[in-house]
């Protein structure tokens, strides 16, 4: 069998499938219920909620793109970290999860802590030795982010996945920021890959969504199974969509990234900005990592503003071209000040230890043209400091 590249893949999954009227592109099936060919005979699909035609569509995508053995989509990212946890945990077994991760991650998995569904510690993932020490309570389960959400930081996924064999650990990676093009954790070593299909897999700001892939059919199936059982399966709709998204996103993450390049050599000359944070930067510390186990950079970037926090607030109120706004990975353009909106769950303490600071700000660099973006964030910084 030929192995195809990810931009076919991506493309092609579920084209010419129709088989009633030869459609080249997929028909939506909005039916909730599917009819049975005989008493006692069950068929293919048989209710919405364990299985659609498009969800399947997307699902097989998206376990192709991943190297992944099966797939389960979810009604959004959360909930696909939600049903793996569900799935596997018990209360008396612990999650080892980044101290820097996203923010809804961060909330889900201390709130359910909290009500006693299971253990949880939030570590440095590249400090070797609050590795190890968590390695020695014998976790059920390790969830990486890298790179993270919203510093960008990167750990060793393979390095990682080799230290938690020895005691069990199953290993889930967020692959969000990345995507299959430019970052395959099951090839590494992790035992699944989960995403926010909202982000850049969709890439149009218009559907919610969520996905995980599975290494083996076994956890596939468990997965599938809580799936229905909880409700956490997507929608037909929102599966056809996300499938629609997926045909371009070799081509949208090109650039993304390429245009990301442009932006980060721009505000290395800008006096306004100070750390800037992207692993494609010889300063990040996980540049190394990145190279090893990417196959690009990426688009999502953030930095320390220099200047004063009113300063900050001016700065992004005088963008146009980049709105002030949760989410990433859709074709526009966002600025968002983590500390205040997407990790503002956390709470100041782990906000801190998370080197998440009131001076950061995130960007999610869009499809616009690259010349206009460095445009509108340079009269940005100069009306700023024309009023210092």
Not at 243 to 268: C, D, K, N, W
């Amino acid at each position: 069998m030929t192995i195809r590249k990810s931009a076919t893949i991506a493309v092609r999954t579920g084209i010419e499938s129709d088989t009633q009227y030869h459609a080249v592109v997929p028909p939506i099936y909005l039916s909730t219920n599917y009819g049975f060919p005989a008493f006692g005979e069950v068929p293919t699909y048989d209710y919405t909620r364990s299985g659609n035609p498009n969800r399947g569509l997307l699902e097989q995508a998206l376990s192709e793109l991943e190297c992944g053995e099966d797939a389960i989509v979810t009604n959004c990212g959360t909930s696909a970290i939600n049903l793996w946890i569900s799935t596997f945990l018990t209360p008396q077994e612990w999650i080892i999860a980044p101290h820097d991760c996203y923010g809804g991650t961060y909330r889900l998995l201390n709130s359910r802590a909290k009500k006693g569904d299971f253990k949880v510690l939030f570590i440095d993932q590249s400090d070797p030795q609050a590795l190890t020490d968590a390695l020695a309570l014998n976790p059920k389960l390790l969830l990486i982010e890298t790179p993270s959400n919203p510093l960008v930081r990167v750990v060793d996924i393979a390095h990682i996945c080799q230290q938690t064999k020895s005691v069990g650990t199953l290993v889930a990676v967020d692959n969000t920021f990345l995507t299959p093009i430019y970052q395959r954790p099951l090839t590494l070593g992790a035992d699944f890959v989960i995403h926010s299909t909202t982000k850049y897999l969709n890439g149009h700001s218009d559907v919610i969504g969520g996905v995980i892939i599975s290494k083996t059919s076994q956890h596939a199936q468990e997965l599938a199974w809580w799936g229905n059982c909880l409700g956490s399966t997507g929608t037909p709709f929102d599966s056809y969509m996300t499938l629609r998204g997926l045909r371009t996103l070799a081509a949208r993450m090109r650039v993304h990234e390429e245009s990301a390049q442009h932006i980060l050599a721009y505000l290395q000359s800008q006096p306004l900005v100070a750390t800037i944070y992207h692993p494609s930067l010889t300063s990040h510390p996980g540049h190394a990592i990145a190279k090893k186990q990417q196959t690009g950079f990426g688009s999502m970037l953030s930095f320390d503003f220099a200047g004063s926090f009113d300063q900050l607030k001016a700065f992004v109120g005088h963008l146009a071209l980049f709105s002030l706004a949760e989410s990433l990975g859709g074709v526009e353009s966002l600025v968002c000040h983590p500390a205040s909106m997407t990790h503002r769950a956390m709470g100041e303490e782990a906000l801190a230890k998370a080197g998440v600071s009131e001076q950061l700000l995130r960007l999610s660099v869009g499809l616009e043209d690259v010349a206009d973006l460095i445009a509108d964030l340079d009269q940005a910084f100069k009306q700023v400091q024309e009023s210092c």
